[in-house]
């Protein structure tokens, strides 16, 4: 695998850590009292909410905040529910906000590093109920907004497909302006961050500091366990 002239990441478990144990029992919190429901049953609600999401994008879907309003409006009988749709989802969206997310160590370094000899650089994310303008929001917070292409920061919701379908890849690599065989995507996943950066002809690197994916997906090039080992492992100085 060549030097590339751009790198994409992961977003969760590689750039970002989500800090969100308490997700459900704090987002519950935030949206029983819009909702005029009990903790509990808004809770219950978001469990089934998640497995729903988890089973769509196994599928190859997106299922995110939108979605989900819908299903809330309806299972709590909101009144005006069809009007409320959009302040509902910009709720959900938000209500995962300020739960310890927080950078990988050693990504600003990284980052920064990259940036500095020269390597463009663009997010692949897939999104849950926090979308892609909410983690463009955790970047600019961390300073590390500017040092990305913005037009290769590629989110699941925005794009309409999460990975590893080639349309999110090809996204973030028109964005970057770059062909794939110089590219390289990192992030923790075999199945959709390996798998879909190999179909496309791009260089893999699978993080694994913060979740070590066992499954039997491809591997990628590289393996590492610290992020601060980036830049040797693909020969940037």
């Given at each position: 695998?060549?030097?590339?002239?751009?790198?994409?990441?992961?977003?969760?478990?590689?750039?970002?850590?989500?800090?969100?144990g308490a997700a459900p029992q704090v987002r519950a919190r935030r949206l029983a009292p819009w909702l005029r429901t009990s903790e509990a049953a808004v809770?219950?609600?978001?469990?089934?909410?998640?497995?729903?999401?988890?089973?769509?994008?196994?599928?190859?879907r997106h299922w995110g905040a939108r979605e989900f309003a819908r299903e809330l409006l309806n299972r709590f009988s909101?009144?005006?529910?069809?009007?409320?749709?959009?302040?509902l989802t910009r709720l959900i969206e938000?209500?995962?906000?300020?739960?310890?997310?927080?950078?990988?160590?050693?990504?600003?370094?990284?980052?920064?590093?990259?940036?500095g000899a020269g390597v463009k650089l663009?997010?692949?994310s897939d999104t849950g109920f926090s979308p892609g303008r909410v983690l463009r929001g955790f970047l600019a917070r961390a300073g590390l907004l500017h040092r990305f292409e913005r037009a290769a920061l590629t989110f699941s919701d925005e794009v309409g497909v999460p990975k590893p379908n080639p349309r999110i890849f090809q996204a973030a690599l028109d964005g970057l302006g770059v062909e794939p065989k110089l590219a390289v995507h990192v992030g923790d996943?075999?199945?959709?961050?390996?798998a879909g950066a190999r179909a496309m002809g791009m260089g893999a690197v699978r993080f694994m500091?913060?979740?070590n994916d066992?499954?039997?997906?491809?591997?990628?090039?590289?393996?590492?366990?610290?992020?601060?080992?980036?830049?040797?492992?693909?020969?940037?100085?």
């Amino acid at each position: 695998m060549s030097t590339p002239l751009a790198v994409t990441f992961d977003f969760w478990n590689t750039l970002f850590r989500s800090g969100e144990g308490a997700a459900p029992q704090v987002r519950a919190r935030r949206l029983a009292p819009w909702l005029r429901t009990s903790e509990a049953a808004v809770q219950a609600a978001l469990v089934e909410g998640f497995e729903r999401h988890v089973a769509e994008w196994r599928a190859g879907r997106h299922w995110g905040a939108r979605e989900f309003a819908r299903e809330l409006l309806n299972r709590f009988s909101v009144d005006g529910r069809f009007g409320r749709l959009d302040e509902l989802t910009r709720l959900i969206e938000i209500s995962g906000v300020g739960l310890g997310e927080r950078p990988v160590d050693g990504a600003r370094e990284v980052v920064e590093k990259l940036r500095g000899a020269g390597v463009k650089l663009g997010v692949i994310s897939d999104t849950g109920f926090s979308p892609g303008r909410v983690l463009r929001g955790f970047l600019a917070r961390a300073g590390l907004l500017h040092r990305f292409e913005r037009a290769a920061l590629t989110f699941s919701d925005e794009v309409g497909v999460p990975k590893p379908n080639p349309r999110i890849f090809q996204a973030a690599l028109d964005g970057l302006g770059v062909e794939p065989k110089l590219a390289v995507h990192v992030g923790d996943l075999r199945a959709t961050d390996v798998a879909g950066a190999r179909a496309m002809g791009m260089g893999a690197v699978r993080f694994m500091g913060c979740y070590n994916d066992g499954s039997g997906g491809p591997e990628a090039n590289i393996v590492i366990s610290r992020l601060e080992d980036l830049p040797a492992a693909l020969d940037i100085h």
